[in-house]
């Protein structure tokens, strides 16, 4: 019996970032739950942060995105889950000024964390990349492990955070 073959897949549907940034910078909260449901699984608010963060103008204006994003939406973005996007959305469209701007992607890093990085960052959240690894280097691992075993960490994995 032949079978058929598969349709190519075609490329995934994304919202155009001008029309994005341009919500950003208008400061329209009401974007979000305007947008049809294949814009809102498309719609990604870290992303729309990176990019809100950085705009080409005046030192005044990049300082204000700059400070904006920071103040506004960086704050507690892990703490708020996936679920409420929606209100993630209307954070980040405080940012604005009121005027379009030309904005720049900011890309994140790529260094690759080992699994006690990457528990410390999940425990300590508020630690930038730089006090994590202060933080690590300073208390050792037999403090850390002392750390992971209050925080109920079974044997098993602690064995893998530490190897």
Sequence with gaps: ?????????SAAYKLPIEQVMAAVDLRR???????EP??????????VQRWASQVQGS???QEQYLLNVNDYSNIDYIATSSRHEELRWKVIALCGLGFKQRHEFIPPKNAKKDKLTA??????????DDEIELFRTINGNAVL???AVA???????????FK
Aim: a neutral charge.
């Design 29 to 35: 909260g009401d974007y979000y739950s305007k947008l």
């Design 151 to 161: 925080k109920n960490m079974g044997n098993k994995d602690l064995k893998d955070l």
């Design 38 to 47: 294949e814009d809102v699984k498309a719609l990604s608010t870290f992303m």
């Design 119 to 128: 528990w410390l960052i999940e425990q300590f959240p508020a630690m930038s």
């Design 145 to 147: 492990e002392d750390i």
């Design 59 to 61: 030192r005044e204006v």
């Design 1 to 9: 019996m032949a079978t058929k073959k598969k349709a190519p897949a």
